[in-house]
């Protein structure tokens, strides 16, 4: 299995503009994350997603930021609009359900840099 | 001046020898605890795990050591390797989270050879 696939890697807009993260989970979990890492405030947990549902969106900062997971396979995190305040890296991870003991398995990130 | 940015505590040791990286943990109802491996420009990597039923966990060079009583866990990582070097990571999750995981701020270990 490929992992967790994000795209882009790297982002670089400006304060303003709309941005949009992509995730595809690992083939066959069905709980999705999506986290924050800043230098800041470490990782933080923005929303999860169990069976396409969002089930936690409390960690998302405000209403300029928005998840949605319309099958299995994909998931995004959008920004807009976007401020210079977002820049951090994000990671989205998978797992294989939230109801047993199970890791959760990270992509690899996109840092976003908002200018 | 007020400092700004999370401090993260940092861990030196010489190639060959055996790290020791801690983690307190507040939530007397966590019951899993996992230790990731994060290497700068990537993601967090899965290192071991273990549940609240077990106080001792060997892998491949790594061992975890949970005590309840004090609400500590630690990761032992046997003949320190360069490729080591990274931050790490506690998490803890309890069944009354769903399963979220709570993330400690992490430890700089620096392999020096």
């Known amino acids: 299995d490929a992992g967790v696939i994000q795209s882009p890697r790297h982002e670089v807009t400006e304060m303003g503009q709309e941005v949009t993260l992509r995730c595809k989970p690992i083939?066959?979990?069905?709980?999705l994350f999506w986290y924050r890492q800043t230098m800041m405030r470490g990782l933080e947990l923005l929303i999860y997603?169990?069976?396409?549902?969002?089930?936690?969106d409390s960690g998302m900062p405000e209403d300029r930021f928005s998840a949605k997971m319309p099958n299995a396979s994909f998931s995004t995190l959008k920004i807009q609009p976007s401020e210079p305040r977002d820049s951090a890296v994000y990671f989205c991870?998978?797992?294989?359900?939230?109801?047993?003991?199970?890791?959760?398995?990270f992509g690899p990130g996109t840092r976003l840099t908002v200018l | 001046g007020e400092s700004v940015g999370l401090h993260l505590p940092t861990l030196s040791v010489q190639e060959g020898d055996n790290s020791i990286i801690n983690c307190a943990y507040s939530n007397s109802a966590s019951d899993y605890f996992i230790w990731y491996k994060q290497e700068s420009g990537k993601g967090p990597q899965f290192i071991i795990d273990?549940?609240?039923?077990?106080d001792k966990r060997q892998g491949q060079r790594v061992t975890v050591l949970l005590n309840k009583t004090v609400k500590h866990l630690s990761l032992q990582i046997a003949a320190t390797q360069p490729g080591d070097s990274a931050v790490y990571f506690c998490?803890?999750?309890?069944?009354?989270?769903?399963?979220?995981?709570?993330f400690g701020s992490g430890t700089q270990l620096t392999v020096l050879p």
């Open positions: 997603f169990n069976n396409n549902v969002p089930i936690d």
């Open positions: 998490a803890e999750t309890s069944s009354g989270s769903a399963r979220q995981l709570t």
């Open positions: 083939s066959g979990h069905n709980s």
């Open positions: 991870a998978s797992g294989p359900t939230t109801s047993s003991y199970n890791e959760q398995f």
């Open positions: 273990i549940r609240s039923n077990m």
